[in-house]
Nanobody
Framework: QVQLVESGGGVVQAGGSLRLSCVAS???????MSWYRQAPGAQRELVTM???????NYADSVKGRFTVSRDNARNTVYLQMTSLKPEDTGVYYC???????????WGQGTQVTVSP
């Protein structure tokens, strides 16, 4: 079992920046880590993923603006968000996909609101 706790959300004006953190209750070294977001009335969507080896991929909508990183020594994943847009508004969730079991764990989410 892995507990994930996100933090760093808040209200920011368009063009601003936020840094989200996701702290895990135990080692994430064997987990692919992802950030998802869910806007009001919309489905949850994948924002970015960072593999156990540090490879990353991003949704087209955030490429060049968001950067994901991981610190395995601190059991923490970060999401640096810059040039924020109102359409980035939503609840951001951290996800751990553990290997080799393929079990999935989710955090409780952190709200990000970008005002025009």
């Amino acid at each position: 079992q892995v507990q994930l706790v996100e933090s760093g959300g808040g209200v920011v004006q368009a063009g601003g920046s936020l840094r989200l953190s996701c702290v895990a209750s135990r080692s994430i070294i064997a987990s692919h880590m992802s950030w998802y977001r869910q806007a009001p009335g919309a489905q949850r969507e994948l924002v970015t993923m960072i593999t156990t080896g540090g490879n990353t991929n991003y949704a087209d909508s955030v490429k060049g603006r968001f950067t994901v990183s991981r610190d395995n020594a601190r059991n923490t994943v970060y999401l640096q968000m810059t040039s924020l847009k109102p359409e980035d508004t939503g609840v951001y969730y951290c996800n751990a996909h553990t290997l080799p079991s393929s079990r999935e764990y989710w955090g409780q989410g952190t709200q990000v609101t970008v005002s025009p």
